[in-house]
Structure formats: C-alpha cells, structure tokens
C-alpha cells in the first residue's frame, strides 16, 4: 500500500542520513582516506536518488484530495520526516564540502587530525548502500574532484527543498509526534557488553569489583592455606 | 570570542582561500594541523581502555612545551593558550572529561574531529543535540544526567514535530554506530561527549561561546560597502547648515522673555491655577472659541503671525479683518488645507475637489490669487490627490498673509477693538483656612496619642484645605486626622506637615479634629 511505501522509502532515506553523518565525522581525521572519500560520494548520490524518489511519492499522495483525513495526517507527519531529513542532508553535505576543501588528501604538507581512529568506515557504507562489501573504483585524487560535483548536488538539494517548500504547504508545527519521549529505550536494540561505552560507565565500578574478587581469592587462599596447617598441626602433633 | 579571527599570532594565513566559502584567518587550524607533523608536532601516545588500546593521545605538558617552541610566547600565555584550546573544544581531556583546562602534567588528551570544531557558520542545532540525547539515552538505558534529562523534555515539547525524525535518526546513527571497530566507537563517544560538553555545557560549566548578545553586524560582510555608506553619512553631516550657538541661544532668550508672562507655571494664571483650587474658571474663560477672550491672549495674537493662526479665537478675529479688505478667501483655503491634511484620509478625493472647484478653478465663487507656477503643479497634483497635494500653494498663501495682511491687522481697528473689549480676571481669593485651637493631652490610649483641635468654619462651599504647620505638628507629623463636623461623614487623613490636604464635604457648623499618632 501507498503508506507502507512510503515508510519504506522513508526509512531507506533515514539510514543513508545516519550512516553519511558517520561518514562526514571521520573527513580529516586519521580514518580519512580516498576511499572515505569515494564512500562519501556514492552515499550522498543514492540518499539523493532515494529523496527525489520519496518527494515524488509523498507529493502526489499529499496532491490527492481524494485521502482519508487520517491518511492525510498521516502523510503530513511523513513529509515533516522527509524535510528535516533533507535538511539535515544537505547541511552534512555543506559540510563535508567545506571539510573537503579544508583537507585535501595527497598534499604531503597537510597532516590529517590524529583524531584516534584507526579502522575504516567500509562497514558503514556497506550499510548504507546495502551491500556486502564495498567495491573501490575511483581514481587517487577523487578527494579533489569529487568536490566540483558536490557543489552541484548541493545545489541541486537546495533547489529541490526550495521546490518542495512552495509546492505542498504542510506546516510543520501542527504535526503531532507519534513517539513519546523515551520511546528508544522500549526499542529491542542489544545494549551488550560489546560496546566499551558500556565499559566506560562502569569502568569505575569494574575496578572495585576486581579489587573485591581479588580480596576474595586471597581470603579463601588463607583460609585453605589456615585449614591445611591446622590439619598438619593435628597430623603431627 | 570565537577563535577563528582572535588569534593574531604572526602565523602565515592559510591555504585554502576558494569562493565557496569565507576565508578568515584560519590560524588556530593552522596550528593544530602542524600539531598533527609526524616530525615537528606532539609525540603521541596509546591510551589503554580496559582491554583495548586507542591512539593518538597527548600529554597536557607535551602540548604545552610544543606551543611554548613553535610560539616563542611565555610560559604563561602559553598555558592560557593551551586552556583556550581545551575550552573552545579543539582539544579534549580524556581522563576528566568535564574539566576542560589544560593541565601540564602528564594527562591525556586528544584531538576533536574536524566536524566538530567551533565555528560561527555551523552553530550546534537544537536537532542535533536531541538526536544525541536520544542517541545517549539508548546507549546508557535511559540514564541520562540531570541537566540532560531537562533539556531532553525541553526539546520534545520544542521540537515535537521533528520528535519521530530524531528517533528514528538516533536509532539509524547508533546502529550505524556499530558498524565500526570497538576503539573507534569508543573515542567517537569520547569526541561527541566532548563536543555536545562545550556546546551545551552543563550547570556549574563555564560556557565559553557564550558572548552576550547577538551582534547586529555581520564580521563577515563585506567591509568595503560599509564604509561607503559611513562616508556618504559624513559627508552629508558635513553639509548640515549650522546655527552659532551665541544666535541660537539669543532667540532661545528672546522667546522666553516673551513668553514668560504667558507660562502658568512661572507666572501663575488668573483667575487661579484649576489644578490647585479645583476651580475650571481659567479654563471657562480661555475656551477655543470664548466671546470675550483674555486680554494675555489677545496680546499674545501680537507677538508673531504663527501664535495668531494657531489660536481659534485669533483666527475668527483676523477672518472679520481679512472679509474687510476683500482677501477673506485666503483664510479659508489655508483652512481648508490644514482639514485636507489631518482630516479624514478616506475623503481626500472628494476634499481635494471641493477645493478645487471652490478656490483654484478659474472663475471659482473665492477664487485665490497665487502665481502661475505654483498653481500649475497644484493643479497636476490635483489629478492624483493625497495629504500633502495643496502644500505648495497653501505655503504661498501662508507667506502673503504673514507678509502683508498680518502687519496691517495689528495696526486695524478690528484688532485694536478686540483688544479693548479683552477681559481680565479676578484673582481668586485665597483658600480658606481654618484656626484651629489646639487642646492637648486630651487623651492616651496604648496605641495611639491623641490629641485634639476645634474650630468653626464659616459656611462652606466647595473643599476644605488644611495645613499644619512645622512647629505644630512636629510630634505629631505624618499622623492620621479624622474630621468630624456637621458634614456627610468623618474622613480620617494622613497629614504630613507643610503640606496642604483637601477635605470634602463639608458643611457648615463646628469642625473637629482629632489627632492620632501610633506609637
């Protein structure tokens, strides 16, 4: 159905934001590589694929009169969604345009932020892309030429908000959230002990455990050491 | 201030100047990029965290001692530097995160991502910082710090709209999140933690971006059309005619030796102030249109031809002068002028008509006599009427009238009649006042002393008005009065000395007082 869709496409947008956000953090540290680089590109040209496709969607639904009142609140809430998505694609693409600028990669003068990353962002677009593995075809200076396109595609968002804003007038601030504050949390997202954010919290905790386990093995190496002696004591004598 | 243009430190500007964005002097960017050289820049060291190692971590003194070589500043600026560095988020602590000073021991810090450098065009967004909260409260299970928590409900009653987008980004960006290796998530935390620390710092923090107002202009813009426009302004300034202060002063003092008799405040009106006595005679006797006004008005017509036009009475007066000579149109217009400018704005048209067909047409019934010119553009003006259409001719009027009609009015019989038949009025006599005899120790209650006055009023019409002298009262003063006579009521008052009080409704017959004071 129209709505499913929509949420769809939706949620596509959402995770090609979020991972080229990722991506867009790790420009000028030492995660930084031609390969980030070419990530960047192909990222920001499928989120830009898939926002014209969402716009064309939610447009024709929202020029429908013949939608459910319902429906149509609906389908606003979507498109409040799909705006602040686009927007704040098009400020991480500004950025990673002035970033880009700021760090070019085969310049031996200028030295990449030690920002103490260390692995790549290959997962990450992966993700984003939705595919296994990421293929590495661009040329060595693509941190350079990718910007002349980005500039361009920059434009092209600008116009394309600039277009939505004046075709479909939803104003934003009648739409009513779905969520309640909090809501992430009922999420079933495994919070393990993988993550050493987790560690970090309890990094302190963790100490005086360890600190009280050791005491316990000493207590009980004294004790049995106490209870052998007694036993020899009782032996011999 | 933000560091981007404070920093002046003798370092050569940067590189990168292209169009797409303002270049500043990028000089504390400069710095740490050469932070960064594997030969001239800081030793780095391997932070360990529990049982992984993460790089890339710098002692707080090995910072200082590289900004103490490269700078060749002293000790002490150096130090406050290197604290400016921590404060504005360039550089992070690891070991106290919340303490963001530079400390030149051996305490770690590292280097914030690049996306996260303070800069005025990229201000910290209210959405972002939702997206980390949720993000946070995800990765913590909701244990969010107080201040945190706060502005978490803060935003999802401000932002509520955005509220399932930042949910659903949170949940993407974490997930996204884990795609990475175990250190890189780790020090990515550390850099948003740091971040949102400087941006949205906690209470008790000082925040350092905060710089008071807003400035009205932009550093940013384009000096060169402001100080145009600064020299056109002066060069009009320039240009103002001026007026020596000896000459202005000189007609400031001619026009108050004229006025002074005039000034009610300075000289006191006849009958009697109405605000003092209560009494509207002087308004009475100097209404818009009185029969027979004052004689200070009717000299005051006198002193220039603007005080004639703007007194009502003076207008009439001159209007019986001007029919005489057969000039009486001109008055009228100007009138007519004066209502079609600060008269009903809807009838402009239809006023504006009027006018015309009555004075300026020719042949008009009180056709007026203004030069060919003047009436040429009035006429042209007459096409597209507003306000200010009839503004040169009523001008033109204006000055015939002053120069040549108002010289002969002064010296007319019309005038000098008027002045003639100009009344002055009586002053009013001066308040009542009642002796009162006072009779002391008449009798003491815990709370209050009283004491007690008598005297008898003659009849009475109007307010009665008491005042206690110094001497009287001064163990007495400020004390509450009742009033008790044959009148409607008793009116107890708060009598401060030296100062008159007003009682009303009196009648005629014994008036008493009795004074009380409260210990």
Redesign the interface.
């Known amino acids: 159905m129209v709505k499913e869709e929509c949420k769809a496409l939706l949620?596509a947008l959402?995770?090609v934001?979020?991972?080229y956000?990722?991506m867009?953090?790790?420009?000028?540290?030492?995660?930084d590589s031609q390969n980030l680089r070419e990530e960047l590109k192909k990222t920001r040209q499928k989120a830009q694929e898939l926002a014209v496709a969402n716009r064309n969607k939610l447009t024709t639904v929202l020029k429908d009169k013949t939608v459910s009142k319902e429906d149509k609140a609906e389908f606003e809430?979507l498109w409040?969604?799909f705006s602040?998505?686009l927007e704040?694609l098009e400020?991480d693409m500004r950025?990673a345009?002035?970033?880009g600028?700021?760090?070019?990669l085969n310049v031996p003068k200028?030295?990449?932020?030690?920002?103490?990353?260390?692995?790549g962002?290959s997962?990450?677009a992966?993700?984003?892309m939705s595919v296994q593995n990421m293929k590495y075809e661009a040329e060595h200076n693509i941190d350079v030429v990718d910007l002349k396109d980005l500039?361009n595609e920059i434009n092209q968002v600008g116009e394309m908000m600039y277009e939505m804003e004046m075709k479909v007038s939803v104003p934003?601030?009648?739409?009513?959230?779905?969520?309640d504050?909090?809501?992430?949390?009922k999420?079933t997202?495994s919070?393990g002990a993988?993550?050493?954010?987790?560690?970090?919290?309890e990094?302190n905790k963790?100490f005086c455990d360890i600190s009280k386990v050791l005491a316990g093995i000493i207590f009980s190496a004294v004790l049995i050491i106490a209870i052998v002696l007694a036993v020899c004591v009782v032996k011999l004598s | 201030m933000l560091p981007r243009v404070v920093v002046v430190l003798g370092l050569p500007p940067v590189h990168?100047c292209?169009t797409?964005?303002p270049c500043h002097a990028l000089q504390i960017?400069a710095l740490?990029?050469?932070m960064?050289?594997?030969d001239t820049?800081i030793k780095?060291q391997t932070?360990k965290?529990?049982i992984?190692d993460?790089?890339?971590?710098v002692a707080g003194n090995d910072i200082l001692q590289w900004i103490l070589q490269r700078l060749q500043i002293t000790e002490e600026e150096a130090l406050h530097l290197g604290d400016l560095f921590v404060k504005y988020g360039y550089i992070y602590p690891l070991q106290e995160p919340k303490n963001l000073t530079l400390r030149r021991d051996g305490s770690l810090y590292?280097?914030?991502?690049?996306?996260?450098w303070p800069t005025q065009?990229?201000p910290a967004?209210d959405?972002d910082y939702a997206i980390y909260l949720?993000k946070k409260?995800?990765?913590?299970?909701?244990?969010l710090e107080e201040y945190e928590k706060e502005h978490?409900?803060m935003l999802?009653q401000k932002i509520?709209?955005?509220?399932?987008?930042v949910?659903?980004?949170?949940?993407?960006?974490?997930?996204?999140?884990?795609?990475?290796?175990?250190?890189?998530?780790?020090?990515?935390?550390?850099?948003e933690r740091a971040y949102w620390l400087v941006n949205r710092t906690p209470p008790g923090m000082l925040n350092v971006l905060e710089y008071g107002l807003d400035r009205a202009t932009d550093p940013n813009e384009n000096k060169v059309n402001q100080v145009r426009q600064l020299i056109m302004y002066c060069q009009q300034a320039i240009m103002k005619s001026r007026v020596k202060s000896s000459v202005s002063l000189g007609g400031l003092v001619k026009y108050s030796e004229q006025f002074l008799s005039n000034d009610p405040i300075l000289s006191g009106c006849l009958p009697s102030n109405p605000w003092v006595t209560d009494d509207p005679e002087f308004w009475d006797l100097n209404a818009k249109l009185v029969e027979v006004p004052t004689k200070m008005r009717v000299e005051r017509w006198a002193f220039n031809f603007s005080e004639l036009m703007r007194d009502p009475k003076g207008r009439q007066n001159f209007q019986l002068f001007l029919k005489k000579e057969f000039s009486g149109e001109n008055l009228g217009f100007w009138e007519a002028c004066e209502d079609l400018k600060y008269g009903d704005q809807s009838k402009v048209k239809e006023k504006a008509e009027e006018i015309y067909k009555l004075f300026l047409a020719p042949g008009a019934r009180r056709w007026i006599n203004i030069d060919g010119t003047t009436m040429g553009i009035t006429v042209k003006g007459l096409k597209h009427p507003h306000r200010y259409v009839l503004d040169a001719a009523q001008t033109h009027i204006y000055m015939l009238m002053k120069k040549d009609s108002y010289g002969r009015y002064l010296k007319s019989p019309v005038y000098k009649e008027m002045l003639a038949k100009a009344v002055v009025p009586q002053e009013t006599v001066k308040k009542r006042q009642v002796k009162l005899a006072l009779c002391t120790g008449h009798g003491k209650t815990p709370s209050h002393e009283t004491l007690a006055a008598r005297g008898d009023t003659e009849p009475l019409q109007g307010p009665l008005w008491i005042l206690l002298s110094p001497t009287w009262t001064e163990p007495l003063s400020p004390c509450k009065v009742k009033v008790t006579g044959s009148h409607m009521g008793t009116n107890s008052i708060l009598l401060v000395s030296d100062c008159w009080h007003k009682v009303d409704g009196l009648r005629r017959g014994r008036l008493e007082m009795a004074f009380s004071r409260p210990r």
């Open positions: 949620d959402n995770k934001t979020a991972c956000r990722h867009v953090l790790t420009i000028g540290g030492t995660s809430r409040v969604i602040t998505c704040i400020i950025r345009l002035e970033l600028h700021e760090f070019p200028k030295h990449l932020i030690q920002t103490g990353m260390s692995g962002t997962g990450v992966a993700r984003a500039e934003q601030w009648t739409v009513e959230a779905k969520q504050p909090g809501a992430e949390l999420s997202i919070m993988s993550s050493i954010g987790m560690i970090s919290v990094e963790s | 990168s292209n797409s964005h960017e740490m990029m050469e960064q050289n594997p820049g780095t932070q965290v529990m992984t993460i790089p890339h971590a590292r280097f914030q991502t690049p996306y996260f065009s990229w967004d959405t949720a409260n995800i990765k913590r299970k909701g244990i978490y409900n999802n509520n709209y955005k509220w399932d987008f949910i659903m980004q949170a949940k993407e960006q974490y997930k996204a999140g884990k795609e990475r290796k175990k250190a890189d998530r780790y020090a990515l935390d550390c850099q």
